[in-house]
């Protein structure tokens, strides 16, 4: 399939030191259903950068199926997917009864809950970084932030978060040499193939889980490990190993990385945008707003992706069977067509329907009101407290086209 265009999204260069966000764009003014080749045994990938082309795409699941791979690149023979599936590679019924054993801890009123624990742990997590005045924003404000809320709702102890957080890294660090033990693209990930990122660390991570699980089974916690092995799915079906394990590490991985990455790019947005933030600081009521403008820019997981289950058309182009089609959400957050001026930092944008989180499919993010919750009570507290925040060096990027990372960011801070 001949490409019109020379750009890769496949190309992790791009997005550890280059700027996808000029790809996007390219991508989507000249291209915006771009065929790019692969070398074997992948056999290619379409990738769609209009936010109305990706809706669709996520909304019609009888075409464009999760089955077989959501995650990311990498394509998955029977035995991996088999070995690998979680709820985000289920579609339909199984889906949906998978989702529902969790759903009702994840709703805006569930998470309410955990508000006055967040604004205890936001105040301790600032009161030791802003003590410092320069420091690593992503190391004393956004890192461990995210995962002592789930350490929390899984009820597992504080010493082991440093052991989730390492875990996660591992995981979703699986293409960024500095974070992975084992490179994705190596020849000693093959050992590890039919292990969800290709990681040695979820071996570690399903062990952890099982030892969660032995000790609530049949009890009547109210965690979510207890929740999960105590309840059986509306379809009947019960949890096997592979799914208890495959949750279990969704659980940990999901909500730890990503929200840290939005926490962090929008304080960099906020920096950029020093109008912006004073207004936040006025007019806090704002802040809800502003934390879907904090996400829309951030964008924290570049991509998902879908299947095609049948020869169909996009935009003009011939999709086959089998084609795999990448729905990169952060270009559809910056498609002019839907947000005037996308790369103006508005936090009064309205509407403001981005897909940060997915939009309009059934894999839409299940911990959205969660991430919306600490990102908003981070940036409660914390903007009252400063009265400048200053850059000291560049954002270092992870070197991955799946999750939008910063590894490191310098900063200074000046309190009010
Ligand atoms: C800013 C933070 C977050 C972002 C940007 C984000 C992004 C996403 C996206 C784009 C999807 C859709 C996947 C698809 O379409 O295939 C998703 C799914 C999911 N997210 Fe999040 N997420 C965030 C935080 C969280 C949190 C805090 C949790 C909870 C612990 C969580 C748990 C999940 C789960 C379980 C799914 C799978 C849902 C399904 O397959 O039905 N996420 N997330």
């Known amino acids: 399939m001949a490409s019109t265009t020379k750009i890769s999204l496949a190309d992790l260069d791009l997005f550890e030191h280059g700027d996808p966000w000029a790809a996007f764009d390219e991508l989507r003014a000249t291209d915006p259903v771009h065929w790019d080749d692969e070398e074997a045994p992948n056999h290619g990938f379409w990738s769609l950068t209009r936010y109305h082309d ?46 529902k054993l969790m759903q009702g ?6 998470v309410a809950g955990y508000e006055t624990f967040l604004r205890g742990l936001t105040a301790k997590t600032l009161d030791a970084a802003f003590e410092k005045q320069e420091f690593d924003f992503v190391k004393e404000v956004a890192a461990d932030f995210p995962i002592r809320v789930l350490a929390r709702m899984l009820d597992v102890p504080e010493q082991d978060i440093d052991q989730l957080i390492e875990w996660g890294n591992r995981m979703i660090g699986n293409t960024d040499p500095e974070h992975a033990d084992v490179l994705i693209d190596s020849e000693e990930s093959e050992q590890y193939r039919l292990l969800p990122f290709r990681s040695p660390a979820a071996l570690e991570v399903f062990e952890y889980g099982n030892e969660l699980a032995r000790q609530r089974r049949g009890k009547d916690g109210t965690d979510l490990v207890s929740r999960l092995v105590n309840q059986v799915p509306e379809d009947g079906v019960p949890l096997s190993q592979r799914d208890f ?33 004073h207004l936040l600081q006025e007019r806090p009521e704002l802040i809800p707003w502003g934390v879907e403008e904090f996400l829309r820019m951030a964008s924290p997981v570049y991509h998902f992706r879908r299947t095609a289950t049948r ?21 559809g957050n910056r498609d002019p067509e839907v947000f005037p001026d996308p790369y103006r930092m508005d936090v009064t944008r309205t509407p403001n329907e981005h897909m940060a989180f997915g ?42 086209n799946f999750v939008n990372g910063v590894k490191r960011f310098p900063v200074r801070v000046e309190l009010a």
């Open 105 to 110: 801890e994840f709703t805006p009123r569930a």
């Open 311 to 331: 020869d169909t058309e996009i935009g003009g182009k011939q999709i086959k069977e089998g084609d795999k089609v990448v729905t990169w959400f952060a270009a």
């Open 54 to 99: 990706i809706v669709g795409v996520l909304r019609d699941t009888e075409t464009f199926s999760s089955e077989r791979g959501a995650v990311n690149l990498e394509e998955l023979d029977e035995e991996q997917l088999e070995a690998r599936k979680s709820m985000l590679e289920t579609d339909g019924m199984r889906h949906r009864a998978l989702r």
């Open 359 to 400: 939009r309009g499919g059934p894999h839409m993010c299940l911990g959205n009101a969660l991430a919306r919750l600490e990102i908003r009570v981070m940036y409660e507290t914390l903007l009252p407290r400063v009265k400048r925040v200053e850059a000291l060096g560049p954002v270092d990027h992870l070197r991955s």
């Open 245 to 277: 394990n495959s949750y279990f590490l969704l659980l940990v991985v999901a909500g730890n990385e990503t929200t840290r990455h939005a926490i962090t790019h929008s304080m960099r947005y906020l920096i950029d945008n020093p109008d912006q933030m």
